[in-house]
């Protein structure tokens, strides 16, 4: 659709998205969510993992709305604007992968790309290295894009196909009503909460919900991308997506002095270390997966909500990846990287860049 016909597809269009996304972040954060996440859809990923008792990490366990609403919001605005076509069928063993690996980067790091802009625009001047190696991971594609590197389009699917992850989404949903938190109590029905920690703090459910359901819809229809934004200036020097992106964390900066959540530093900044090479490192791997599977996490569950099924197939890598994360040692903490972080990082690395590789059109 042209942008005669969907003013959110012009530039002036994605600022506004960028800037609105940015203060309902710091809304959210002000109502209850973690400081410095807003809405962070690899910690909340990893959250709904937790809940869901893939992970037995008590302090990050909590069925988030946002996740949810983010990718009905999508749904919604796909059905209204006639773009809800279900696709998919490329490489989803591959997509598979690059979710479980881009998590685990996300993981060591402590956030997705919203998160580093939405921690940067905290106060925490960590999330800076973290910014460059997420901007050093797409760099890197670029190589592969231009050697030809394709994992193919997908092709149209039987209109079921397209409703699987919404499905799934409004089934999450439905848990979390039946299955409410008691107080004191670490397990209500088959979900598992958090008693203390980042999966403790949650903005009430309605307002995650809704606020997240208005991103999601203005997302999509916006096309917002934080991995396309670095992309495009890389290949091409576009910078429409860009200045969504610098929008969003304009946002959040002035949103979060305004409400007094501008705390900046180095050192003692909420749910992130300050060892930036992992920082770096661990970004750079997350980047490099997102930009070889087209896309953002946030983008990706945008599209799987317009009836993109490789997309669905990335977002349900992420939540595996999340539970491996924490289940091997992968995932950092306030501390420093993890155990096994490093050799996730590495092992990682080598995995994306045979994607990269193998992946080539040949002439």
């Known amino acids: 659709m042209s942008s005669k016909t969907n003013p959110f597809a012009t530039t002036i269009g994605v600022v506004c998205v960028g800037l609105t996304v940015g203060i309902l972040a710091a809304i959210l954060q002000k109502l209850g969510n ?50 809800f076509r279900p696709r998919g069928g490329s490489s989803p063993i591959l997509r598979f992968m690059l979710g479980m690996f881009g998590m685990a980067g996300a993981l060591v790091f402590l956030g997705c790309p919203w998160r580093a802009l939405f921690r940067l625009g905290g106060g ?42 919404p499905l799934i989404m409004l089934a999450l949903l439905a848990l979390r009503l039946l ?9 209500s029905g088959v979900l598992f ?5 980042p999966g403790a703090s949650h903005a009430p459910l309605l307002a995650s919900l809704g606020i997240a359901l208005v991103i999601g819809f203005l997302a999509q229809r916006s096309r917002f991308c934080s991995m396309g934004a670095f992309r495009d200036f890389f290949l091409f020097r576009q910078t429409h997506l860009l200045w969504g992106v610098l929008a969003l ?25 300050d060892k930036h090479i992992w920082n770096f490192l661990g970004m750079t791997m997350a980047g490099l997966a997102f930009a070889l599977a087209g896309g953002c996490p946030g983008r990706q569950l945008f599209m799987s909500g317009e009836g993109d099924t490789d997309a669905g197939i990335f977002v349900l890598g992420m939540i ?15 501390a420093g990287a993890g155990p096994n972080g490093p050799i996730a990082v590495a092992v990682g690395m080598v995995v994306l860049l045979g994607i990269g590789f193998f992946c080539r059109r040949k002439s």
């Open 34 to 83: 973690p400081p410095n996440m807003g809405i962070c859809v690899a910690c909340f990923e990893r959250d709904i993992a937790g809940a869901l008792g893939l992970h037995q990490v008590a302090i990050v366990r909590y069925l988030r709305p946002e996740i949810i609403g983010l990718c009905l919001g999508a749904f919604f605005a796909a059905l209204l604007s006639g773009e």
């Open 124 to 165: 925490d001047m960590n999330a800076l290295t973290g910014l460059a190696g997420f901007a050093a991971g797409i760099y890197i594609a670029t190589f592969f894009f231009r050697a030809g590197f394709s994992l193919e389009s997908g092709k149209s699917q039987p209109s079921p196909a397209g409703y699987v992850l």
């Open 179 to 187: 299955y409410p938190q008691i107080d004191g109590a670490e397990q």
């Open 193 to 197: 909460y958090s008693l203390k920690g």
């Open 249 to 273: 964390l304009a946002g959040i900066f002035c949103a979060n002095l305004l409400l007094g959540q501008f705390h900046p530093g180095f050192a003692g900044q909420p749910v992130a270390h």
């Open 320 to 334: 595996v990846g999340a539970a491996l994360s924490h289940n091997l040692g992968l995932a950092s903490s306030g």
